[in-house]
């Protein structure tokens, strides 16, 4: 099935599209599309956000582990640096500091007619992809050898498997879902 996906260019289109608008349906529906509840996760009052997203990250990964053991998709490493890092942190904060939304959410404001998503949000996309491209060399030559900090992963870096990583992450987020439903958030 995945190497009919990988390829057809038109499956991947139709499949992504798909993909897209579940994501975008179930943002809408966990409501994390909002600004108020985005500006709630902000100012540490409301931790709709927080739960929703370390929801996903606990499913993301039950997904890859069941995938990989089906043989469907390859564990793969990607280097990191700080000299990237720090530069994509701060767009991206300022972008959801101005807006309230980050790209994922904003697109699934969009989709629900939130003006501000769409007046701010849009140009906002298109100005981000256009500077990242015809700054991309820069990028790679630059700002990626800054203090590399290589392809580590944690299980890698606490001498673990990769089970025993992925599960205490789960129940350190799972821990802290709790913390937070019986501290009254």
């Known amino acids: 099935m995945l190497q009919t996906i990988r390829s057809n260019k038109s499956v991947q289109l139709v499949f992504g599209l798909l993909m897209g608008v579940c994501f975008g349906f179930f943002l809408d529906r966990a ?18 956000v927080l739960k929703v997203m370390g929801s996903a990250v606990i499913v993301g990964m039950a997904g890859f582990f069941a995938m990989r053991r089906l043989g469907w998709v390859e564990y ?16 991206f904060g300022v972008g959801f500091g101005l807006l309230g ?4 959410t904003m697109a699934a404001a969009m989709g629900h ?3 501000d998503a769409l007046i701010g949000g849009l140009p906002g996309i298109i100005l981000g992809s256009w ?31 990769r089970w025993k990583a992925a ?15 019986l501290a009254g958030y």
């Open 101 to 104: 939304y980050c790209p994922g």
């Open 31 to 48: 409501g994390v599309d909002r600004y108020e509840v985005i500006l709630g996760q902000l100012l540490l009052r409301d931790f709709t």
């Open 76 to 91: 793969q490493k990607t280097h990191g640096s700080v000299g990237a890092t720090i530069p994509g942190g701060l767009i």
């Open 167 to 181: 599960l205490t992450c789960a129940g350190i987020l799972v821990a802290l879902f709790i913390a937070l439903e």
């Open 113 to 115: 007619g939130a003006l």
């Open 131 to 161: 500077l990242y491209v015809i700054s991309q060399k820069f990028w790679q030559s630059t700002a990626e050898r800054i203090i590399p900090f290589g392809d580590i992963t944690f299980d890698e870096l606490f001498g673990v498997s």
